[in-house]
């Protein structure tokens, strides 16, 4: 285990407006986003949503490391 690490961090949201509250629409931006950055370590993965007057604005974020950035 390296003595330390740098996490990095991401965060993606859905347009705020009608059709915001959709879950799988931010996890596909997400899943997208992650495959954009080819191998990486992700630590965890969040669902948010906000009220709007659309209904619940969903974002989504994660926090990730590249193998360089362990030391």
């Given amino acids: 285990m390296p003595a330390h690490w740098t996490v990095r961090h991401f965060s993606q949201a859905n347009p705020a407006d009608p059709g915001c509250e959709s ?10 986003s992650i495959e954009a950055l080819g ?25 990730f490391h590249l193998p360089e950035d362990e030391h």
């Fill in 39 to 63: 191998f990486v370590e992700i630590q965890d993965v969040v669902i948010e949503s906000d009220l709007t007057e659309h209904g619940p604005w969903r974002s989504g974020a994660f926090d």
């Fill in 23 to 32: 879950v799988p629409a931010v996890l596909r931006r997400l899943a997208a």
